[in-house]
């Protein structure tokens, strides 16, 4: 049996975070959830992605958000409630794989499902790399 992915959800609000879970695990995803608090002891390691809410990433940190940076592994989704370019270059200069729209319509969902389908391929893709 495939080992499945492993996913932390950091969002705020538990609609939204239950719509995520859901449709991670649709994806075949091992969904965890931890508190904002968690952020402030940097970004947790030992899950091949992060979804985080856009809010719990802000108020993790002191650090301006021109100067924050997030790790390339594990990869980092950002959830923002309304989609700004402002914002995707903010969370694109830190790091983060993309930032994505809550999964609260159709359109939304798709691309939510695209976007995580995405960097689970570039995480296939590392563990193979790493095993060869």
């Given at each position: 049996?495939?080992?499945?992915?492993?996913?932390?959800?950091?969002?705020?609000?538990?609609?939204?975070?239950?719509?995520?879970?859901?449709?991670?695990?649709?994806?075949?995803?091992?969904?965890?959830?931890?508190?904002?608090?968690?952020?402030?002891?940097?970004?947790?390691?030992?899950?091949?992605?992060?979804?985080?809410?856009?809010?719990?990433?802000?108020?993790?940190?002191?650090?301006?958000?021109?100067?924050?940076?997030?790790p390339r592994?594990?990869?980092?989704?950002?959830?923002?409630?309304?989609?700004?370019?402002?914002?995707?270059?903010?969370?694109?200069?830190?790091?983060?794989?993309?930032?994505?729209?809550?999964?609260?319509?159709?359109?939304?969902?798709?691309?939510f499902?695209r976007?995580?389908?995405?960097?689970?391929?570039?995480?296939?893709?590392?563990?193979?790399?790493?095993?060869?």
């Amino acid at each position: 049996m495939p080992r499945k992915n492993s996913v932390l959800v950091i969002e705020l609000d538990p609609g939204v975070r239950h719509r995520v879970c859901g449709l991670l695990e649709e994806l075949g995803c091992e969904t965890h959830i931890a508190r904002h608090e968690v952020l402030r002891q940097g970004v947790p390691q030992g899950y091949d992605l992060i979804v985080c809410d856009w809010v719990a990433w802000v108020a993790s940190s002191e650090v301006p958000l021109d100067e924050r940076r997030l790790p390339r592994s594990p990869r980092v989704i950002l959830l923002v409630h309304t989609p700004d370019e402002s914002l995707w270059v903010l969370a694109l200069r830190a790091g983060a794989f993309d930032l994505v729209e809550e999964p609260n319509s159709p359109d939304s969902k798709q691309e939510f499902r695209r976007v995580v389908t995405n960097a689970l391929g570039l995480v296939a893709n590392a563990h193979a790399n790493a095993a060869a």
